[in-house]
Structures are given as structure tokens and as C-alpha cells.
């Protein structure tokens, strides 16, 4: 497995290995109680296929089996020499190239214009009820979290996520507020001049362009 075709899972499992050896299922249980399921969506198959695929490529191996009572036998991984640089390469490529993302919430703010406005403000504002309670649940386990002792440097991901989010409840209150006494001429006909003005301006290159906004 090239570096660049680690998944967020198997990033996500090799950072744990790189604290210590350990089977899939404990490794699905640290994922879960760090929170790391907010970040991709995680359970035990995904967990035990990664790691399978980590072995088969040699960036994790075997340590040693073991079995408690009547439980299943159990096998503990540990990170290779490849394993570390495909992780240290992987790593860097996440923090520093682009990966575009194409959220469905924009696709919905595109085609917003077709709905009335009073239906788009329920909406946004059923939108914005959620977000913020996300981001009042995700500040208060930051804040415990700090609490206890754990180091900023490995919180970054949820300062971020909290930002968004602060954001996001933001834009979304301020539009409300704009939609709600009808500020934005919701049912205003779409400008007849729009696109010769645009083309003229070299916004639109091409007269055939069908595009009607950016």
C-alpha cells in the first residue's frame, strides 16, 4: 500500500500502534473513547480489514496471540520500520495537500433559491439548532479533557472542529436574520443583464456558458 493510499482509519490506527502494540478490537475501543469517531466513521470490521491490509503490506505485524477464557484469540500488532515512514509521509500529505471535500450542505445552498424563503429558514434554522449543539458537546469534552491534563498539541483536531463550528452557527444565524424580513429580494427575478456584464468583464468565457452565478 502506497503511503497515499493509507485511509483516515488506518492513519488513525497506526498513530495508536505507535503508542504501543495491540489487537483490533482494542484498538477499535481506543478510537471510540478518544472520540476519533467523530472524525471517520469507525467500527470493529473497519478496524480489523485495516489492520489485515496493514499487514498484508508490511506496515504492521505480528506481535503474539493470546485468549481469555472462553473469548476468541485475539492478535496483537505491532507498527514496522515501513510502517512508521508510510504513516510520517501520510501524515504530512493530510496536513499540507489539498483533499477537497464536496459537503452536501453546499449543494443545498445552491439550489436554495428554487424554495421559498420561509421554508429555507426552517430549514437553516433546524441546521442551526444541531450545529451549535455540537459545538456546545464538543467544547465542554475539549474543556474536561484539558482539565485532566491533556496537552493541547493533542487537541488540535477538535479546536478546529469547534472553530467551524462557532463559524458555521455564525453564518447561519446572520443569513436567517437577512432571509427572515426578506433583505435578500428572495423572489426578485434573476437579473436579465447578468451575464453580458459578466462575460464583458471576463467572468464568463465562454457565450455558451449556461452557468448563472459563481
Not at 489539498?98 to 428554487?114: M, T
Not at 433583505?183 to 464568463?204: H, I
Amino acid at each position: 500500500m502506497a503511503a497515499g493510499d493509507l485511509s483516515a482509519v488506518a492513519v488513525l490506527v497506526l498513530g495508536l500502534l505507535h503508542e504501543q502494540p495491540m489487537h483490533p478490537y482494542q484498538a477499535y475501543q481506543a478510537l471510540v473513547e478518544r472520540g476519533d469517531n467523530r472524525l471517520v466513521r469507525v467500527n470493529p470490521g473497519a478496524v480489523y480489514h485495516g489492520v489485515e491490509r496493514l499487514e498484508r503490506d508490511g506496515l504492521v505485524e505480528v506481535v503474539g496471540t493470546e485468549r481469555e477464557g472462553r473469548r476468541p484469540e485475539r492478535t496483537t500488532y505491532r507498527l514496522t520500520g515501513a510502517g512508521r515512514e508510510a504513516f510520517a509521509v501520510r501524515l504530512r500529505s493530510l496536513l499540507g495537500d489539498d483533499h477537497p471535500a464536496y459537503p452536501l450542505f453546499a449543494v443545498g445552498l445552491a439550489e436554495a433559491h428554487e424554495l421559498p424563503a420561509a421554508t429555507v429558514v426552517q430549514e437553516l434554522r433546524r441546521r442551526r439548532e444541531r450545529e451549535d449543539a455540537r459545538r456546545a458537546a464538543l467544547q465542554a469534552r475539549h474543556t474536561e479533557a484539558l482539565s485532566h491534563g491533556l496537552p493541547r498539541r493533542y487537541a488540535l483536531d477538535v479546536e478546529r472542529d469547534i472553530a467551524l463550528l462557532v463559524a458555521e452557527v455564525a453564518w447561519l444565524d446572520s443569513t436567517i436574520a437577512e432571509l427572515d424580513p426578506d433583505a435578500l429580494d428572495w423572489s426578485a427575478p434573476f437579473p436579465s443583464d447578468y451575464k453580458a456584464r459578466a462575460r464583458a468583464a471576463g467572468f464568463l468565457s465562454s457565450p455558451t456558458d449556461t452557468k448563472d452565478v459563481p
